[in-house]
């Protein structure tokens, strides 16, 4: 018995994109495709997709509109912009409103393209497949999470925020370096990370990519004052970070933020098959040689994480 092919729908307002888009996927999945935003959500309420690939720049509803929608409807579908232009702000709401799976740039290449979809598909299906399991609802009053900031400033300004927002149950952690953090996560089981991305010492963005590598579970909010959309392009497709706020952060998207990212950590861990979606691309730049003691707490972390996995496992 043949395995049923995945639905994976792409959405372009472009007539020949949408062309090249069914030709190149076609006998590969069953193929849904539109120029119209609102008719792609439309087929999501009404029947089941897996993958959605959408544009970003199209007429009424532009992508991150799009995909937000697909998100709320249809979680388990996973979810990919497709976009010719790296804007800074449709990257920064594809993540913080789309939570998406990966960003892909036009022209695209063909084989990434494919193996980026048969992914998604392969995680979706998984996930559509299983048996409905409601995440246990989660009280942040009586959580055991703990949270950790990394706030190369040293002025500690970040982490005054994020223990002021949160219930005093969770515990805030601080780390003015890259080497304290990861001695944090090598001794505690963090849920939650928050990244102030230019100060602190060492490779902040390449680290957060390897801890994702590491720690499926582990969600990033990244705090930086810096508008690259290129790095945060990166962030999203080798990092899975869950959030990217600009600094100084606004104080209510700073308070969603974390409280999503601990709701989403505990369901996470209650529906272990939800980390699937939090594969990550390898990195395309080979990391810096790391310094002696640097390197040593890498490995520390590691093996730590490998305990931790055997004791649960």
């Not at 606004?250 to 950590?265: C, F, P, S, Y």
Request: aromatic share 4%; charged share 25%.
């Amino acid at each position: 018995m043949s395995t049923p092919l995945p639905t994976v729908l792409f959405v372009d307002d472009e007539e020949r994109i949408v062309r090249s888009l069914r030709m190149l996927f076609r006998g590969r999945c069953e193929v849904l495709a539109t120029t119209s935003g609102e008719e792609a959500v439309r087929w999501v309420r009404e029947r089941r997709v897996h993958v959605i690939v959408s544009d970003q720049r199209m007429p009424g509803m532009d992508g991150v509109s799009v995909l937000r929608a697909v998100a709320r409807h249809s979680p388990a579908t996973m979810r990919i912009l497709l976009t010719g232009y790296a804007d800074m702000d449709a990257v920064t709401a594809s993540v913080n409103d789309g939570e998406i799976f990966r960003f892909i740039e036009k022209p695209w290449d063909a084989q990434q393209l494919i193996g980026v979809v048969n992914q998604a598909a392969a995680i979706a299906m998984r996930e559509f497949a299983a048996p409905a399991r409601a995440a246990a609802p989660v009280d942040l009053e009586k959580s055991a999470a703990r949270v950790l900031v990394l706030d190369g400033d040293g002025d500690g300004s970040i982490a005054l925020q994020v223990r002021d927002l949160l219930p005093r149950a969770i515990t805030v952690h601080e780390a003015t370096s890259l080497e304290a953090a990861l001695d944090i996560l090598a001794d505690e089981d963090i849920a939650v990370m928050i990244a102030e991305l230019t100060s602190a010492g060492g490779d902040v963005a390449a680290s957060l990519k390897e801890l994702k590598r590491l720690r499926p579970s582990l969600l990033a909010i990244v705090i930086s004052p810096l508008r690259d959309s290129r790095v945060v392009i990166g962030l999203i497709n080798e990092g899975q970070i869950f959030r990217f706020l600009l600094r100084p952060p606004v104080k209510e998207l700073l308070r969603r933020g974390l409280i999503a990212a601990l709701e989403r950590h505990a369901e996470m861990r209650s529906v272990v098959e939800l980390q699937h979606r939090h594969l990550v691309e390898a990195p395309r730049e080979a990391h810096a040689s790391l310094s002696g003691r640097l390197a040593q707490v890498w490995q520390r972390l590691r093996n730590s994480t490998r305990g931790r996995v055997a004791r649960t496992g």
